[in-house]
């Protein structure tokens, strides 16, 4: 999944999960009650912050990473057709 977007710093591009159609148990979900995902897949990652000593501080996750993210966390954004998350590295709870 290529994309012409680089982050900056250490902001990162989420591609966000689909969002569940059916319960567990199988009851059809509505649109209007999903909830936003709050799962996804890293598509982009920037370089890395500068710390307050001037070193640059590498980000942790890489493209491809499974990550669990706050559910209001991030700026949505459409590219092509696609929606992405642009969110920092810090707004991310776990690599899955």
Not at 7 to 26: C, F, M, N, Y
Request: proline residues 5%.
């Amino acid at each position: 999944m290529a994309i012409n977007i680089k982050p900056l710093a250490d902001r990162v591009i989420v591609a966000p999960a689909a969002a569940e159609e059916k319960t567990k148990s199988g009851i059809i979900i509505p649109d209007t009650a999903k909830e936003k995902p709050q799962r996804g897949e890293i598509v982009a990652v920037g370089e890395g912050k500068v710390s307050e000593q001037g070193v640059l501080v590498k980000p942790q996750l890489q493209v491809g990473d499974q990550v669990l993210y706050g559910k209001y966390a991030g700026t949505e954004i459409t590219v092509d057709g696609q929606d992405y998350l642009i969110m920092r590295e810090s707004d991310i709870f776990a690599v899955v």
